[in-house]
């Protein structure tokens, strides 16, 4: 159950990135918008509507704070530790590489978090990143240690102590070993 939790988040996000995408694709509004200024549905009918600068505000708030972009990168947690664990370097890679754009991405949007994340995304997410290229699991596992720490300074600094983060115990995906 908590699994699927994490994986909806996931799905609500990229679903989210793709209404990005469609509304940043039309830059100055939709075709049928851009000449006249009029206000329009959004393609097809959808929820998007208004002119442009209010389907951004729209898109916009789909996005919310962080605890979207922390379901996303809970479930990336997840799958860099046991990618470490299985040695599976270049997924472990993936996943960091993947963690530190979501938070990059969160932190634009709050910028006022920005400093509290700074540890883990100028020390520990690197050295994480650092013992992934060694390929060396013993290093990986202290490091992932430290990068558990990290989250958990983070939340208490921004006052969220009880948003406790703990190495994984269960496995979310299917993804294993590189063939």
Partial sequence: MFGQNKLAGLAFVLAVVACVLAVASWRNGPPETAATGNAV?????????GNPGEQLLTVEKQFRGLDVAMAEIGYRFTELYFAGQDGNWDYAK?????IDLALRLALQRRPKRAQSAQPFLTADL???QQVIASGDRSA???????????????????KLPFFTVELPERRISSIRTAR
């Avoid at 549905?41 to 509507?49: K, L």
């Fill in 41 to 49: 549905a959004a393609p097809g009918g959808g929820w998007i509507t």
């Fill in 140 to 158: 990986f596992q202290q490091a992932m240690e430290r990068l558990r720490a990290s989250c958990m300074d983070c939340h208490v600094a921004e």
């Fill in 94 to 98: 993936y996943q960091a590489e993947k």
């Fill in 126 to 128: 690197p050295s994480v």
